[in-house]
């Protein structure tokens, strides 16, 4: 449903979605705090409003200069793009959370999305322990 770009660790984005109550919004409001590179069409426009205002609020363009591409400064990030519709979606993937009812489940990945899947373990139940297990490292 959605990447993130940055903090995709157990012990940051993992952490957030544990402490979630799951539902959509929730879930979306904890990947808000991670940058959101990439979403299911189903939840992109939306998305990709809010993005494009914050964005002509930070630099001072309007709307239509901002859906141009222009930015203004010397340092851009991600979050100063627009999100990108997730089946195009091919970026360094370190992590990969499934939400099943109340639980959720993580497994560690190596690689580019989505060849990083065949090399993938199964997913295990995250836990507290894990977040801390890794915030330790």
């Given at each position: 449903m959605?990447?993130?770009?940055?903090d995709g660790y157990p012990s940051s984005l993992g952490s957030d979605l544990l402490h979630c109550d799951k539902s959509i919004k929730a879930v979306i409001e904890a990947a808000k705090g991670h940058t959101i590179d990439?979403?299911?069409?189903?939840?992109?426009?939306?998305?990709?409003g809010e993005r494009v205002n914050a964005l002509a609020e930070k630099h001072q363009l309007t709307v239509q200069e901002i859906k141009a591409g222009k930015r203004r400064g010397n340092v851009?990030?991600?979050d100063d793009y627009e999100i990108s519709d997730i089946s195009k979606y091919g970026d360094l993937a370190?992590?990969?959370?499934?939400?099943?009812?109340?639980?959720v489940y993580f497994r560690p990945l190596d690689g580019w999305w989505p060849d990083s899947l065949k090399r993938a373990a199964e997913f295990k139940l995250l836990s507290e322990?894990?977040?801390?297990?890794?915030?330790?490292?």
């Open positions: 959605l990447a993130t770009h940055l990439a979403a299911d069409p189903r939840i992109l426009v939306a998305l990709n851009i990030s991600a370190e992590y990969q959370y499934d939400l099943s009812g109340k639980e322990k894990d977040v801390v297990a890794e915030r330790s490292k």
